[in-house]
Nanobody
């Protein structure tokens, strides 16, 4: 089904900012919601932020006030703007697309927050 390709990961210093992008092979407005999740070794994948087809956003507590999820008007791209990054933000960040009960995932992009 939909192919999701993340980009923009890399090394950033604590307190810095980083923008992630997710390119979708199908129009994201045909999906119930798009999201960003993150995962560190040995832990479950956790919500970072989601945006539904109506534009309503949802953020994890740690992301509120620091991260912003957005999409382009054409429905091709999803973005995650991250600011005030902390070392505990080091993880693989995954883009997701949900259609009813099924969720599709990108390959992930690694973010390392370190001085």
């Amino acid at each position: 089904q939909v192919q999701l390709v993340e980009s923009g990961g890399g090394l950033v210093q604590p307190g810095g900012s980083l923008a992630l992008s997710c390119a979708a092979s199908e129009n994201i407005f045909n999906y119930n919601a798009m999201g960003w999740y993150r995962q560190v070794p040995g832990k479950e994948r956790e919500l970072v932020a989601t945006i539904n087809v109506g534009g309503m956003t949802n953020y994890a507590d740690f992301a509120k006030g620091r991260f912003t999820i957005s999409r382009d008007g054409a429905g091709n791209m999803v973005y995650l703007q991250m600011g005030s990054l902390r070392p505990e933000g080091t993880a693989v960040y995954y883009c997701s697309a949900r259609l009813l009960t099924r969720t599709y995932w990108g390959q992930g992009t690694h973010v390392a927050v370190s001085s």
